[in-house]
């Protein structure tokens, strides 16, 4: 069965400082891997991927991630963290044989970026 | 991009009245639509897969009677939640799925919250 861990419900850092926000997956097979990002009262929107090909993968708004297969983790990281990036971020897998395209999704981390 | 549409954003209806919601794929067809349900400050739960001209796949626990999904076409899936009660109440999130081999990503409308009374 697949599975995403977020184990931080929140992760505060100071505005202009490196954030990371943390993902480890469980899947059989190669993953697809994603990062989305929710505003209140909003849908999710789409931050950046990992299907295959390189290991650090860039995305919208400075994002980026990284795909370490040893350890099984997709870490969301930005160099210069933004006020505006205060947001609840998902990642979500699904593995390569799953039917229908399915995703599992994280339970979100709560990122916080003071001014 | 990838836009995908909700309506309505918002509902508030009487328990036992049905509410239909609508999802549309603006810019690109989705043969496969998700329809989601988040409660507050938890993940979302993937309720069912619709797919364009087929039955919906539905989620084990998701009664497909109360929550009937039509896809009618490549770029609208329609989730009508009959019979509401308040224990319905919740943030209704719809993803449609652009298709390209190993570039698949599902994009996200903006989400329905309906409060049944």
């Known amino acids: 069965a697949q599975s995403v861990a977020q184990p931080e419900d929140q992760v505060n850092v100071a505005e202009g400082n490196p954030l990371t926000v943390k993902c480890t997956y469980s899947?059989?097979?190669?993953?697809?891997l994603f990062w989305y990002v929710q505003y209140p009262n909003r849908g999710l929107q789409f931050l950046l991927k990992?299907?295959?090909?390189?290991?650090l993968v860039k995305g919208s708004y400075g994002f980026e991630a990284e795909f370490n297969k040893s350890q099984t983790s997709f870490h969301l990281k930005k160099p210069s963290a933004l006020v505006s990036d205060s947001a609840l971020y998902f990642c979500?897998?699904?593995?390569?044989?799953?039917?229908?395209?399915?995703?599992?999704f994280g339970t979100g981390t709560r990122l916080l970026v003071s001014p | 991009g990838a836009v995908v549409s909700q309506h309505p954003s918002w509902v508030i209806c009487k328990s036992g009245t049905s509410v239909k919601i609508e999802c549309r794929s603006l810019?690109?067809?989705?043969?496969?639509m998700f329809w989601y349900r988040q409660f507050p400050k938890q993940s979302l739960m993937l309720m069912a897969t619709?797919?364009?001209?087929?039955?919906?796949?539905?989620e084990q626990g998701v009664e497909k009677d109360k929550f009937l999904i039509n896809h009618a076409s490549l770029t609208l899936s329609t989730l009508t939640v009959t019979s509401a009660h308040p224990e319905d109440s919740s943030f209704y999130i719809c993803?449609?799925?652009?298709?390209?081999?190993?570039?698949?990503?599902?994009?996200f409308g903006p989400g329905t919250r309906l409060l049944v009374l």
């Open positions: 993803s449609a799925l652009r298709a390209g081999g190993h570039q698949e990503t599902q994009y």
């Open positions: 810019d690109f067809q989705a043969t496969t």
């Open positions: 979500a897998v699904r593995g390569e044989n799953t039917g229908f395209q399915k995703l599992v």
């Open positions: 619709s797919n364009e001209g087929s039955k919906a796949t539905y």
């Open positions: 990992y299907i295959t090909g390189d290991n």
């Open positions: 899947v059989s097979g190669n993953p697809y």
